[in-house]
């Protein structure tokens, strides 16, 4: 079953849509998929019905719902890449943060889902490093986040798991910024990095021209056991 619901923001002013699927039965746990700069397009959905289908509840906020509620764009098409950028540049991280806090509240609260995971892609890879830094999420993956490398100093509070899935040949994280990120990481006891050679960001989206099958699945499939170890 899946709806699109909304939450109340952690200050109380607005309220946050929510893209939730549930599974058929008693969730084995809640995973946030915190999207890409496009919305809750219909890959980020596929997303939460997969997790669905596997026994998870997934819920996917609105992260632009503050000043472009409701968007869904395709990155394949560049008229959308652009207007995605500009939302990009208008986004608030540290909001964005307030907004998964809530959310994680809101699940553990009212969905009877004592342990809350969090997935992101792209803008959302650098939502799910920050969430690990500053919540209580149980445990954090995401795929070829952005400026994470310049959030380092915050690496110290991480508590709970981590896993970040770096694409090799990523044309928004240089590989300079690649290399700080294993410099300020590999030692971390609570975080472990996977490179991707060759592949691209965006290599994991559901349907489009940069999704990379291999790595696609290879890359689920770590972040599947990771979830299975770490909410069970």
Same mark, same amino acid.
């Given at each position: 079953?899946?709806?699109?619901?909304?939450?109340?923001?952690?200050?109380?002013?607005?309220?946050?849509?929510?893209?939730?699927?549930?599974?058929?039965?008693?969730?084995?746990?809640?995973?946030?998929?915190?999207?890409?700069?496009?919305?809750?397009?219909?890959?980020?959905?596929?997303?939460?019905?997969?997790?669905?289908?596997?026994?998870? *509840?997934?819920?996917?906020?609105?992260?632009?719902?503050? =000043?472009?509620?409701?968007?869904?764009?395709?990155?394949?098409?560049?008229?959308? *890449?652009?207007?995605? =950028?500009?939302?990009?540049?208008? =986004?608030?991280?540290?909001?964005?943060?307030?907004?998964?806090?809530?959310?994680?509240?809101? *699940?553990?609260?009212?969905?009877?889902?004592?342990?809350?995971?969090?997935?992101?892609?792209?803008?959302?890879?650098?939502?799910?490093?920050?969430?690990?830094?500053?919540?209580?999420?149980?445990?954090?993956?995401?795929?070829?986040?952005?400026?994470?490398?310049?959030? *380092?100093?915050? /690496?110290?509070?991480?508590?709970?798991?981590?896993?970040?899935?770096?694409?090799?040949?990523?044309?928004?994280? /240089?590989?300079?910024?690649?290399?700080?990120?294993?410099?300020?990481?590999?030692?971390?006891?609570?975080?472990?990095?996977?490179?991707?050679?060759?592949?691209?960001?965006? =290599?994991?989206?559901?349907?489009?021209?940069?999704?990379?099958?291999?790595?696609?699945?290879?890359?689920? /499939?770590?972040?599947?056991?990771?979830?299975?170890?770490?909410?069970?």
């Amino acid at each position: 079953m899946a709806q699109t619901i909304t939450i109340p923001a952690l200050d109380g002013d607005g309220a946050i849509p929510v893209y939730i699927a549930k599974p058929s039965g008693t969730p084995r746990a809640a995973i946030i998929v915190v999207p890409e700069i496009f919305g809750v397009n219909p890959g980020i959905r596929k997303k939460c019905d997969d997790w669905a289908a596997k026994g998870y *509840l997934a819920a996917a906020p609105d992260i632009f719902w503050r =000043f472009a509620p409701g968007i869904e764009l395709d990155p394949d098409v560049e008229a959308e *890449l652009q207007e995605a =950028f500009g939302y990009f540049a208008q =986004f608030d991280a540290d909001l964005g943060v307030q907004d998964i806090e809530a959310l994680i509240k809101y *699940l553990r609260a009212n969905e009877g889902t004592e342990k809350v995971g969090l997935v992101g892609y792209c803008l959302g890879g650098r939502m799910a490093y920050l969430a690990a830094a500053r919540t209580d999420i149980d445990a954090s993956v995401g795929y070829y986040g952005v400026m994470i490398d310049q959030m *380092l100093n915050e /690496s110290h509070a991480i508590a709970n798991p981590l896993m970040l899935h770096i694409a090799g040949d990523d044309g928004f994280v /240089s590989p300079e910024a690649q290399q700080a990120m294993h410099q300020g990481l590999d030692d971390h006891p609570r975080v472990t990095l996977h490179d991707y050679p060759g592949l691209d960001h965006g =290599f994991a989206a559901e349907m489009g021209n940069r999704r990379d099958e291999a790595g696609a699945q290879l890359a689920d /499939s770590r972040t599947e056991a990771f979830f299975k170890d770490h909410l069970g």
